[in-house]
């Protein structure tokens, strides 16, 4: 099959080369500055857009597919790309990307582009957290002085990742709470065998953990909670823009503070791609 691929990042790269080697031809742009995928066999790096998807189907944008809602990711490469001039270009084709905003569906209406937003597939979902768990644990080692064994932690969220994270931090030997607002949720904390909190009720009780972590997509930890935590405390935030934890606050009382992005494509890039590669295979065997 001829691929296009456009932009992204080192996961996107190495899916790149995974494909190719499954024998599809692939046309690259914006990429120009990967040195792993010069000379690899089935790639054609091109010059311009119009040549990188002139004679495909199915084009694979970054994930996610913009920072800022206007400007394409392409980490490796000096070109700017526009999801305008991306859309307008790829009309009447297939475009797999990540975390694609509302903006972008009504761009693609216009020109007949059936885009397919590869984060919202279940499949890809609980694979990545995986990634995102094992990348969370290595930055809590890596920004804290003490040993994970015996460290209280508190998780906020009860999802995919919370589920995950809470479990391989258990494994650890960490004292891990976490926070949920279902009853549900709060029960199969309880039957995990970690300690619970409903998430509407923290605010003094913060002060005992050493390591807090927001997966929640929404100010959770506002200025007026912040004031609990203890200084030598380390506050990890999982979640997109703009986050669960107010940045202001935290800086404001000078507490150690990671925003945490993207972690499975930083910490596992290889293990990442292969994730990508499966389901846009199930996309393709679906759509095609």
């Known amino acids: 099959m001829k691929l296009s691929i456009i932009g992204g990042d080192l996961r996107i790269i190495k899916l790149a080369i995974m494909l190719?080697?499954?024998?599809?031809?692939?046309?690259s742009y914006g990429l120009e500055k990967a040195e792993d995928l010069k000379n690899v066999t089935n790639i054609t790096q091109c010059d311009t857009l119009r040549k990188a998807i002139e004679n495909v189907e199915v084009v694979i944008g970054p994930i996610p597919l913009s920072s800022n809602g206007n400007i394409v990711n392409t980490p490796f490469s000096e070109q700017e790309l526009t999801i305008r001039e991306l859309m307008h270009n790829i009309n009447a084709k297939i475009f797999i990307a990540g975390s694609i905003s509302p903006e972008?569906?009504?761009?693609?209406n216009d020109e007949y582009v059936e885009i397919i937003d590869i984060m919202k597939r279940e499949e890809l979902a609980v694979l990545n957290t995986?990634?995102?768990?094992?990348?969370t644990i290595q930055v809590a080692i890596e920004n804290t002085n003490k040993i994970l064994h015996g460290s209280e932690v508190?998780?906020?969220?009860?999802?995919?990742i919370g589920k995950v994270l809470a479990r391989k931090l258990a494994g650890l030997s960490v004292k891990v709470t976490c926070a949920a607002r279902k009853d549900e949720d709060l029960a199969w904390i309880h039957?995990?065998?970690?300690k619970a909190t409903n998430i509407n009720n923290i605010g003094e009780n913060l002060k005992q953990y050493d390591i807090i972590i927001n997966t929640v997509p929404h100010l959770?930890?506002?200025?007026?909670k912040i004031k609990y935590v203890k200084q030598d405390a380390l506050l990890i935030d999982l979640a997109s823009n703009p986050g669960?934890?107010?940045?202001?606050a935290v800086k404001d009382k000078k507490l150690k503070f990671v925003w945490a992005l993207s972690l499975p494509g930083k910490v596992a890039p290889t293990t990442s791609a292969e994730f990508i590669k499966d389901t846009v295979y199930n996309i393709l065997k679906d759509e095609l």
């Open 130 to 135: 995986i990634a995102t768990a094992e990348g």
């Open 220 to 224: 959770i930890l506002t200025e007026e």
């Open 154 to 160: 508190l998780i906020l969220g009860f999802g995919r």
């Open 244 to 248: 669960g934890i107010d940045k202001k």
């Open 104 to 108: 972008v569906y009504e761009l693609a």
């Open 191 to 194: 039957a995990y065998g970690h």
């Open 20 to 27: 190719a080697k499954d024998g599809n031809e692939i046309y």
